[in-house]
């Protein structure tokens, strides 16, 4: 019938529109995601963006961590089994979630070196290696203090903390290797190459508690799952995550800056910031 054959027409020429916007709009999106990836590659921009970055960003970090430290170190209730001694969490994991996180930054920042060439992405390897570094050691010492009265020893090979001191090395060994190099771009390329095989150790890491038997508990806070941690003690510990995050891209963009302005010295963008601040 005429009228069904119509509605069809409609509704193919409704569909194809819709397809069409679709990949207009992607079109958009990747061409404005490009241009930043170029922009990301200029010195002089990068710098000016991350000051404003981190004008606005540094005091969040530090209100947010203070709040959810003071929140959860003071406010919540003692933990049924530990008692007092579980509140380290809202340190310990915190640190060690932000460090497996920073070890992909580092791997990403190292293959975008690898296949592009960009400068700016070793600068940003190389910024990463000492705050996961740092983190890493935030991670195992505070698990060290957690171990004690959870365990009765202050360290156990257990798969999970055995797996985050090879992450420890994977950070130092990246710095190590830069340093070794007398040709920093040979010494960016061979840093590349160990920060991607290193990633092999990051899911090892987060499911070492269910591979091997452990005395590391299980992961409290599940995204597929009921998380087996009160609500009360949640939201802290999820606030000082978040401001680790924060903390975490402050210290890679001051490292960043840090590291730009060595490198680019002698150019005349650098010079000119020299003669203002003087």
């Known amino acids: 019938m005429p009228g069904f054959r119509t509605g069809g027409s409609l509704n193919s020429a409704s569909s194809a529109s819709g397809v069409l916007f679709a990949l207009q709009a992607t079109s958009i999106i990747a061409a404005a995601m490009w241009s930043l990836f170029h922009k990301l590659g200029s010195p002089p921009w990068l710098y000016q963006i991350s000051g404003s970055i981190l004008r606005w960003l540094m005091p969040l970090a530090v209100l947010g961590l203070a709040v959810g430290a003071t929140w959860g170190l ?7 089994r ?9 340190i310990h994991v915190p640190a060690a979630v932000v460090a497996l996180a920073g070890y992909y930054v580092m791997a990403i920042a190292g293959a975008i070196h690898l296949i592009w060439k960009m400068k700016i992405a070793d600068v940003a390897m190389m910024a990463a290696a000492p705050v ?17 009265p959870t365990w009765g020893a202050w360290w156990v090979w257990d798969a999970r903390i055995t797996s985050m001191l090879i992450l420890l090395f994977l950070y130092l060994g990246v710095m190590a290797l830069y340093e070794a190099y007398d040709n920093k771009a040979a010494a960016s390329r061979a840093c590349a190459v160990l920060s991607l095989v290193g990633t092999v150790n990051i899911p090892i890491i987060y499911k070492s508690v269910d591979w091997w038997y452990s005395l590391h508990q ?9 998380s087996t941690i009160d609500p009360s003690m949640l939201w802290p510990l999820l606030l000082c995550i978040v401001s680790f995050y924060a903390l975490f891209t402050c210290a890679l963009l001051m490292n960043m800056r840090l590291a730009i302005l060595q490198r680019e010295r002698r150019t005349s963008w650098v010079q000119r910031l020299a003669a203002e601040a003087n």
């Not at 530990?82 to 809202?90: D, E, K, L, T, V």
């Not at 996961?132 to 004690?148: C, E, M, N, R």
Request: hydrophobic fraction near 45%; avoid cysteine; charge should be positive.
């Open 74 to 80: 003071l406010y919540t209730a003692p933990d049924f």
């Open 82 to 90: 530990q008692g007092n001694s579980y509140r380290i969490i809202y």
């Open 132 to 148: 996961g570094a740092a983190l890493t050691f935030i991670a195992l010492v505070t698990g060290s203090i957690w171990g004690k």
């Open 218 to 226: 299980p992961a409290s806070i599940k995204f597929t799952g009921e």
